[in-house]
């Protein structure tokens, strides 16, 4: 057994180092797409989003450089909308995987989106499931698995014509992504929607080892992690993450009410919502108190087409070739 684990082992190095490779060939000139609004896009979206205006022109581009939050290095400025590439764009590939993400750089998209468990052993593993056999040869719940146990499944086993790939950690996703694109980091619970004790602080040690705080966004379903997020470091953005229920439960709010329930219970800088329940006044109350907002996910030409005239700063996809298309990028 042992023989056969080490050659295993060997090659896996080898494919991260080939994917890394290729990646690099591949440089993104428009680099990091992430920020806040500027005052000149702020500008733009409250004259374009009045009531009654009639502009659907083509995506804006935001200023070059915004504004820095105090104590921060400056962001780069994103291209608006973002396309973000979501599990790095499931039409691509095995969703999460070195090589899908790598299709996805090669596209150009603005950011690749990923999702991490923790493991048995501490380390961030880039997977969906709390649960492993859903996209792996494997069975058996991340956190009771080490990073090498999990290592050596095929992540690629569940979609056809694939080679195999191995679940990457996410020290590789951003060492792959760094300098090309921004990245979405979903923090994710465990299958009894329990946080995996200890998760922010590792999460905040890989992110700032790489340095890529000025190029993330972290975001989750669960409030309370954002907010450990926010107070281990205030320079890594966080994106409140909520879903159809979430919204179907406050529909007699206003969205200035929403807007101030999240930003209440997250201090988030963005705020991540489903796309069919995305309204202009929405994302005009997010925009007016310097909130940038995402709509996810976002499959069709015509929503985002619409999402995009309405100022929503970033669409989450599964297929990031074919919204730059539909928006003409």
Not at 131 to 159: H, P, Q
Not at 226 to 238: F, G, N, Q, S, W
């Amino acid at each position: 057994m042992l023989p056969a684990v080490a050659v295993a082992t060997r090659s896996w190095r080898w494919m991260v180092a080939l994917l890394l490779a290729v990646a690099c060939q591949q440089p993104n000139p428009r680099g990091p797409h992430l920020g806040p609004p500027g005052p000149a896009q702020a500008h733009a979206v409250a004259t374009q989003n009045t009531p009654g205006a009639t502009s659907t022109g083509p995506p804006r581009e935001a200023p070059s450089v915004l504004s820095a939050r105090p104590g921060c290095a400056p962001v780069a400025a994103a291209t608006h909308p973002v396309i973000a590439a979501h599990r790095g764009g499931v039409a691509l590939g095995p969703e999460n995987t070195l090589g899908t993400f790598v299709r996805a750089l090669q596209l150009g998209v603005d950011q690749v989106e990923c999702d991490v468990h923790l493991s048995k052993d501490g380390e961030l593993v880039v997977i969906h499931d709390p649960d492993v056999a859903r996209t792996t040869n494997g069975t058996g719940e991340v956190r009771r698995m080490t990073l090498g146990d999990i290592r050596k499944l095929n992540a690629a086993a569940k979609v056809m014509g694939h080679p195999e790939q191995a679940v990457p950690n996410l020290g590789e996703v951003l060492s792959l992504v760094r300098g090309k694109a921004g990245v979405q980091i979903e923090v994710k619970t465990a299958r009894d929607s329990s946080r995996y004790p200890g998760i922010e602080r590792r999460l905040v040690e890989v992110i700032r080892s790489h340095e890529m705080t000025h190029a993330v966004l972290v975001s989750s379903f669960d409030f309370p992690t954002l907010r450990e997020i926010k107070a281990a470091d205030p320079c890594i953005r966080t994106g409140a993450l909520v879903d159809a229920t979430w919204m179907e439960t406050r529909r007699a709010a206003s969205p200035e009410q929403l807007v101030m329930e999240i930003i209440r219970d997250t201090s988030a800088d963005d705020i991540v919502v489903p796309a069919r329940t995305v309204s202009r006044e929405l994302v005009q109350a997010a925009h007016a108190h310097g909130r940038r907002i995402a709509a996810w996910t976002v499959n069709t030409a015509a929503r985002a087409r619409t999402l995009a005239s309405w100022g929503v700063d970033a669409l989450i996809t599964d297929d990031p070739a074919a919204l730059k298309d539909a928006l003409g990028r």
